[in-house]
């Protein structure tokens, strides 16, 4: 057995939930709001818009409190139980298959466990809530101040400029982070990024630290394919735990050791995303001694699909955010479109289709508690 983010699936859904239903519900209120205000006119000076914006940022704040609460607790249990599945991998694999005498050792050092506290996570996600109602204020705000405090006379004039920018602002959806270049970040797509790779790496330190305290040195990486090419160096080939074993023999024929596991993941190999697993090894176990061959139109194809999937979305919210049944039924044919060029890349492409990820909790189900309440 072995362990990778494929193992710890389960556990990283409900902190992604949490989020991913604090945003529905978010751009709902959104557009709850300002199809009111649009109908009604109000005027640049009429003091109501500004009592709304009260009553907005009290019920968003709300919203968020439940999400800090839920987001917290969910997260720390998910990191928890991303370790125990880890150790439980690791021991359960040692105990079915037993240590050969042949296996190789390493070091008699042990450097202690491995599985890292929930802090980076947490301020991950601590970090994410003053973004998130900065993100959704500064929507409202700038829908009042360029639709209803503007010359426009007709109640479908101002629901369609107000449209107009909430269809732009549904490109994004709600930001939950902005990195160092600038790039703005939705938040149920970095929810699902930091709890995964946060949640990956408790796992398989977990893990190795089990192996390591075993007394096995090598792990093998399995071979994923449309893999990244950070990752090709990596696949089907032995990493040492200590950096201290070199090779093993296979069949007569000395194989060499790509590196250490620390090493491997500095170069790339566990990336966020990544889909590599590591599972023990020992002389007599298959390993083949040509590293496999990589396609990179088939890398290009999954980044291809990753892309109309995050465009998928993006109609989707569009759809959510609607203020007629006109821009709702524009938001579905493109929803449509869309999926359409999904079915043929799949077709023509060895990308394989995760439908889960066209969805705008990302498949996460919301947890029992309903955040719209």
């Not at 970090?127 to 479908?156: C, F, K, N, W």
């Amino acid at each position: 057995m072995s362990v990778s983010v494929e193992s710890i699936e389960g556990v990283i859904r409900s902190t992604t939930a949490v989020y991913a239903a604090a945003e529905q519900a978010l751009l709902n209120r959104v557009a709850a709001a300002i199809r009111a205000d649009t109908r009604e006119g109000i005027g640049p000076y009429d003091l109501r818009r500004w009592s709304r914006l009260n009553e907005f940022r009290a019920t968003a704040q709300q919203v968020f409190a439940r999400t800090n609460r839920s987001g917290a607790g969910a997260a720390a249990a998910a990191l928890s139980d991303s370790a125990q599945r880890g150790r439980d991998i690791a021991e359960r694999d040692l105990s079915l298959r037993g240590v050969r005498a042949s296996a190789p050792i390493g070091p008699a050092t042990i450097r202690g466990t491995l599985v890292r506290g929930p802090s980076s996570l947490m301020a991950s996600l601590a970090s994410v809530h003053p973004m998130m109602l900065a993100s959704t204020e500064g929507l409202y705000r700038q829908v009042m101040q360029e639709v209803l405090t503007a010359d426009i006379r007709s109640e479908r004039d101002r629901v369609a400029a107000a449209q107009r920018l909430l269809d732009r602002f549904a490109v994004g959806g709600i930001t939950g982070f902005v990195d160092r270049a600038g790039k703005r970040w939705n938040v149920v797509h970095y929810v699902e990024m930091a709890t995964r790779t946060a949640c990956a790496q408790v796992a398989i330190d977990a893990h190795i630290d089990v192996i390591e305290r075993s007394g096995l040195d090598l792990v093998l990486v399995s071979i994923a394919p449309n893999c990244s090419p950070l990752c090709v160096p990596f696949q089907g080939r032995l990493l040492s735990v200590s950096g201290a074993t070199s090779g093993a023999v296979v069949r007569g024929r000395r194989v060499s050791v790509a590196a250490s596991v620390d090493e491997a993941k500095a170069r790339g190999l566990h990336h966020p995303g990544c889909r590599h697993k590591l599972t023990v090894w020992v002389p007599g176990d298959p390993l083949s001694t040509r590293p496999p061959k990589v396609n990179p139109a088939d890398y290009r194809a999954t980044q291809r699909l990753r892309l109309l999937e995050r465009r998928v979305r993006v109609a989707k919210r569009r759809g959510d955010v609607a203020l007629t049944p006109a821009a709702a039924q524009v938001a579905s044919a493109q929803t449509r479109a869309l999926q359409k060029q999904i079915r043929e890349l799949v077709a023509t492409t060895s990308a394989p289709r995760i439908r889960r990820r066209e969805q705008l909790d990302l498949g996460y189900k919301p947890p029992a508690k309903n955040l719209n309440q």
